[in-house]
């Protein structure tokens, strides 16, 4: 028994969270948000230089690491920034999807290395938090295929050169057979992106395929059986952002603490007030029991696929509630300076609530934890 | 016992409903209803509408041309005007400083400045909060020393809603800072467009700017407009604060709310099934109906009481609370209700013009609501404030 | 818009309240339970002498009320007394259903008086709280019937001379239509009773039936028709029992206010500590929501059935999380103290938690809220 | 990182499983599973068993008899019993009084009390809860004057539990009243054979009778008795709480008992569906079991570093509420599976061998018990007293 990440990790870590709080401050993000991809380019290459993308995928698929650990150790170093980077969607998802089914193009190392931001697109407007639900079809046309559908809240779509696509090529629209995966080129005929910036500093974009024409060479792993890979990437994610958030409830706790021992009113620190410090210590402990639950979903994160499921949805489950525990409270004890834009804790707040809105909210881990627990 | 109004209310209210439906023009509601941001002429029009009725400065007395309304007509005008999602009074010379000049101000006070605010001449604000002075109000700093015929007046306020509108402010100054904080306290008019003044907008976290630091510097002002006697601004204070406390809930608006709400949730599907086929979901919305339903019957027995003793009772504070909460409950259902789409941030989909939205209909401002609408647990007497006031008056502890 | 009961109703509430103040302190109550039948009969007598049993009975069914403000009205005394009287069994459900089938019998005015105790045996080992499981069969026998089947935690019919018990006489185990009332002697052959107390102070049976021969005037109401007047008893329970929680749950504010003013910990009274402040203002505001919807339900209680249920279930689910709260807190608040069964607020507690055990708990009546209510 | 055991340590625990499948009857194990009362005799039953393995004083080294285990070791040894529905060993003497005197008895008292306690011949009760001092626990007025050779102690002991059953009790009193009140206690041994102490039952809220009054009037007590230096006994007393906290969550109790619970939803139908169909039961099960393993895991982050640091810092406070709170909620589930079910209270349903139950299986203590766990929060340093500690020691507020 163990807490503490191997010393190979802990380097990795290291180096991340000192490059992070040198290179990467909130000033550093609004500017980065401010480029027209809505990150820093520079950042994302001189991260990838630094090994960080890499030790998100596993040495057979071109990376150093890939592990559980490694996705939660990378990503709570994330969370503490709030990095914008496509850290999820070109970093994890596709790199571990370009892993996993191959990688016709040659696409993986400039993935890793951030030269190239390639993007899934794989949600739609009428999936809700369902990955079986794709409505967007592939029909064989000649030796390749012809794409048509309609692609939602696609991370980092609006900047990525390519696009890992998903389709149905047999099945009915909820069949987890069927599903096929297609790496576009975002400039091809008939694919009309709609970027746009989400209120907690990303960007993500609407994606149209109209009669997109792709070769039989832009398919990536088995005909039909796409799905695979793409719930391995979205389990993967789930992982980042519950990581993501321990690192946000971490600095929103620190920040909340040290206001409420700075800030006085009535002549004493709101800090010494009973009723806050009661509350704080709720947060912490929701702080305490989300971290408990991400270290053991990445403890089995390379088991089987229930296995894995049950303790990420445990894990996202309670993270939607305890984040919003630990994001409301944080802006309510700030009073009315947490209202306000300037003033960090907003920033985190907007992040951790909205990570609810991905890979399934705290309903739908709840009721997936409870099918696959009984 | 009997929830329902009398037939005189019905017909009060019937005649309100009419005149909304009539008068209120469209695009202001379909605003509110969307939960987009209106703009100072939006307030101007709706303020020149209501003006015209007479309905505008609804608890004044007739002689200064309010309509002269009892405790459940005006209630029963604010709930209407809720519910038809009109956009509200602005509050701060109507309903705020126009009683205190009412019950404390001079002859000359009311004589000049009501009715400038009645014609819209004057857009008041309200300058209490400082940096230093949010819960703890009577903490505040800004200092006023008297010199002749007038008084010197530097500081900074906080939190000034739509102060970028207004011309006027009234503040809470310090005059004697030698006494028992509340005591030396004083309640004076000041001009906004005075050089000494100037206002900075606050950015808030979901990235409106109707709020407001104004910076005092050297700000001369006439004696005159010191309002009551000075160091007895506490008193004024909270007399403002406590006044026409049966319309704190928001209930009129809430309920619009909900019904905003519900149609968003009721055009939802995920993964071809109607959302509400959802358990959990329809768990949660079926919750927030009984709150609020339950919170409309406790305002209605607080209305009851008030209508019977003149004055509502510490209640009110637990109405505050309770109205917050709903409201905030409210942007939280309709933000998990639009699923990932609850994400696009469109600055331009805050116009009701817009006309190429992102996801479903009416999902653009949700999410941003869901973090504007955390300011209710903190304006106007936090949570905290609420629960210390109701713990000593309501309980005795 | 007034929130004052009737003079009539005030009347009737008065005389109710100072009887209980005189003469049902928790010694009397205790020694009430202490008698065989679980409760006082003399109590139950002039009770019913006062008319406080006919109040919970219309005009035209022989009692003089009967209308939902009635039934809050009684209740809510009820509930600060713990009055462990057979009222919601015989006094209020058996004598509604006799009221609305009619009484072949002449039973009701003995009910109404006191005299006779009739109770209700309708739920069964597997219904949980749905109202329409019965798998108790009344099959033809000559011109009677024979009554085969049981019944689980039937009010009072350890005591009751006689039982309503409902039977099928046809249709599925959970349809509305055939389900029969019969009133069957407790004295009959084939009737086992075994009574025992509730956890709350009440007594309760488990009725078995086997070959109870009744005949053709033990019927009452329609053949098959009978679950109706079951399910308007269940809504006069249900709102009976919210009204007790009601009176029981300002007492234990009451109580648990007073405890917080005089018990003294760290040199002063732990009423003045911001955090317990909180808390019970937390408590105070889940009451007054209570209440509203109380009088909410009690204001459509005549209308039909259901916007009837739909306020019920509103105001039983709210009770149930409320009632929980107020009476965790209540104990909590007052520490060990709390834990003795000779501290008044443990019966308050005891009999406000089992409350949500009556009629559908609040899950069972969220549920039924969001089906009535879309 | 590395959730599991060590090699070794998995060897351990699987000592302990085999040890407590051949010898832990199972008449004592039905009991904890399900949740009904045990007798005196039931307890000495198992420290006897225990005793003749070498497992009974299990903090104390090897020389006074203890097992020599590590903290790691410790806590298997704690989960392993829970998990198998072991009872608890009495904690007064073995785990609280000894630990005391390990580190601040008299060699005479070592000599003396310890093997006493190992061998059962004491059985030792806590007296430090007063009705005038429960979280406010130095504010004990139980007073000790000294005379000559020996101390006269009077007062009044509450919340004593088991304490009818104990022929010693350990007591905090006050030696002196003139000085802060931490600074005025003592840890003294009084003999419960005295005739002047009586101990009073306290029913409570389930009807079990397990905790006691415990009246001392003018007993003395030889100065032979006293423990470590007079007025010094706050810190023993403190020392005693913090002792050992690693196990405070109870998570092998907790885990069974959520076991337990599981069973009995397992076998609920309502109206012909099992219950778990039942999508807000099953939420709520399965909440709770996120909630459990959440905890455990917390615990053996805790464990950990304790085992690198050797002591458990303030998350012990955290593991104390979180612990109560979890253990309440398995009862509040339980209640609810049961139904209508959780209303019957018949007392002889708490005998093992009753054979007659009303509703399901083990149903019968279900009510009771959810209202007798209502102790987890309030016994042992409240949830009040926790969340002060942690605000101060984890927080720094």
Known sequence: MNFNHTEERRMIGDALGSWLRNEYDLDARQRAMDEKAGFSHKAWRELGELGIIGALVSDTHGGFGGQGYDIALVFEELGRALSVEPWLASGLMASRILGECGDPGGLLSDVLSGETVVALAHGEPGSGYDPRWVETTATADGAGFRLNGSKAVALNADTATRLIVSARTSGAVDDAHGVTLFVVDAASPGVKVRGYATIDGLRAAEVELTDVSVEASALIGEKDGGLGAVENALAAATLAVCSESIGIMEVALEVTVEYLKTREQFGKPIGSFQALQHRMVDVATAIEQSRSLVIKAASVFEEEASTRDAALSAAKHYIGVAGRLVGEEAIQMHGGIGMAKATPINHYVKRLIMIDHLFGDTDYHLERYAALSR | ?397
């Open chain 2, 1 to 397: 016992m009997d929830l329902s109004f009398t037939a005189q209310e019905l017909e009060f209210r019937d005649e309100v409903r009419d005149y909304l439906r009539a008068n209120l023009p469209r695009h202001l509601s379909e605003k509110n209803r969307k939960g987009l941001r209106l703009d100072k002429e939006d307030y101007e029009e709706w303020h020149d509408i209501l003006r015209k009725k007479g309905w505008l400065a609804v608890s004044w007395p007739t002689e200064h041309g309010g309509p002269g309304w009892n405790v459940v007509q005006k209630y029963i005008f604010d709930v209407e005007c809720g519910l038809a999602n009109a956009p509200r009074v602005v509050p701060f010379g109507f309903n705020m400083l126009g009683p205190v000049l009412l019950k404390y101000g001079s002859e000359a006070q009311k004589n000049y400045y009501l009715p400038r605010i009645l014609s819209g001449e004057d857009w008041w604000c309200q300058g209490y909060s400082e940096p230093g002075a949010g819960s703890d109000l009577a903490g505040l700093r800004t200092s006023a020393v008297r010199h002749d015929d007038h008084y010197v007046v530097n500081g900074q306020k906080t939190w000034t809603t739509l102060g970028q509108h207004a011309n006027k402010i009234f503040c809470l100054v310090r005059t004697n800072p030698d006494v028992k904080k509340q005591e030396g306290i004083s309640f004076m008019l000041l001009d906004m467009t005075d050089p000494g003044i100037s206002v900075n907008p606050i950015v808030t976290i979901d990235g409106g700017a109707e709020i407001n630091e104004v910076f005092i510097d050297n700000v001369e002002v006439p004696v005159a407009d010191l309002v009551g006697e000075e160091n007895k601004g506490w008193t004024y204070a909270k007399y403002l604060l406590t006044h026409e406390r049966t319309g704190i809930a928001n209930i009129g608006h809430a309920t619009a709310q909900f019904e905003s709400m519900k149609r968003i949730v009721n055009a939802q599907t995920r993964a071809g099934k109607p959302l509400l086929d959802d358990p959990y979901f329809a768990g949660r919305l079926a919750k927030l109906e009984i709150e609020l339903e339950a919170m409309r019957i406790t305002n209605l027995r607080m209305v009851a009481a008030a209508a019977e003793t003149g004055a509502p009772g510490p209640e009110s504070s637990i109405l505050k609370v309770l109205g917050a909460k709903i409201r905030q409950e409210i942007t939280d259902v309709a933000r998990r209700a639009v699923g990932p789409y609850a994400l696009p941030y469109i600055p331009e989909a805050f116009d009701l013009d817009f006309d190429d939205p992102v996801g479903p209909d009416d999902a653009a401002p949700i999410a941003a609501s869901y973090f504007n609408f955390r300011k209710f647990s903190i304006f106007g007497g936090s949570d905290e404030i609420q629960k210390n006031i109701y713990a000593k008056m309501g309980l005795g502890l």
